[in-house]
């Protein structure tokens, strides 16, 4: 997946009152095509290592077959609150310069409730999503909050600002390694409320596609998605390093990353 690089030039509205508070804003390319694109601003709910972490894990779920909406860097210019409606002047002002975005989906998709249970190519795409978030350690996708989308045979994920918590958010010993079985507790304290979870529990789960994607997890893929983040949002941290690092070693250990996963779904 192709990282887009945006400029943002209209307001279209909030996207709802999640946490991070997305808006849709209205972008352009290079080119002078015009786009509509979710973008995350920057602030208290969404520091520069979520927004990293959001920027790698959408192209890398691509790779690993889940359906997710494009990524992009969207510049947000210096003065463009002026355009925007008072009540959420506030959140540009602080955060001119590069934001992560994806683009809308537009019409068409709806929300998975958090009640509704896959089946068929439903089910099939929800075992990729629970290994994907197992890999990134998201403890985001709970089933009171499902971050799924669906349209007709199609099941996609959006919202990765905690993907990699192991990573930022490393217990005493440091990150956990799913492939060691001294660190497995701690993930499937968050796991066991996946989403996913109660739908694939006590059956039998098709890892194979899922396995061939994580070994084609190259030196130069893992190169491709750290290369698309911006310098600025690099500085003062290893994360992108921690994980170039980290996935490297989920692709060599993924019989034992596999094995877990079969495990926890037993």
């Given amino acids: 997946m192709e990282v887009l690089h945006l400029t943002a030039s209209q307001f279209i509205r909030p996207m709802g009152n999640g946490r991070t508070c997305p808006v849709l804003l209205g972008a352009e390319d290079d080119g002078g095509s015009r786009l509509e694109v979710v973008t995350k601003l920057r602030g208290p709910e969404l520091d520069v290592k979520s ?18 909406p494009q ?61 994907f978030d197992l890999l990134v350690q998201n403890p985001d996708r709970a089933g009171k909050n499902p971050n799924l989308w669906a349209r007709s045979s199609t099941v996609g994920v959006y919202d990765h600002e905690l993907a990699f ?35 694939l529990r006590g059956s039998q789960v098709d890892l194979g596609p899922f396995g061939e994607r994580l070994q084609g997890l190259s030196d130069d893929v893992i190169h491709g998605l750290l290369a698309g983040v911006p310098e600025e949002w ?15 070693e989920a692709r060599e250990e993924r019989a034992a990353f596999l094995d877990y996963v079969k495990h926890l779904l037993r």
Wanted: charged share 20%; glycine share 12%; with cysteine.
């Fill in 51 to 68: 927004q990293v972490a959001e920027l790698v894990a959408a192209p890398l779920a691509a790779h690993l077959g889940i359906s997710v």
């Fill in 71 to 131: 990524a992009a860097v969207v510049d947000v210019p210096e003065g463009f609150d002026a355009v925007v409606p008072e009540v959420h002047r506030s959140a540009f002002r602080g955060s001119p310069g590069r934001n992560f975005g994806s683009l809308h989906l537009g019409a068409g998709f709806t929300t998975w409730p958090a009640d509704r249970v896959p089946a068929g190519g439903h089910r099939e795409q929800a075992v990729a999503v629970f290994g």
């Fill in 165 to 199: 918590s192991g990573l930022r958010f490393p217990i005493v010993g440091g990150a956990p390694r799913l492939w060691v079985l001294k660190d497995q507790a701690a993930v499937f304290r968050f796991m066991k409320n996946h989403v996913s979870y109660p739908w």
């Fill in 234 to 248: 690099r500085d003062g941290h290893d994360l992108c390093d921690a994980m170039g690092g980290y996935l490297r």
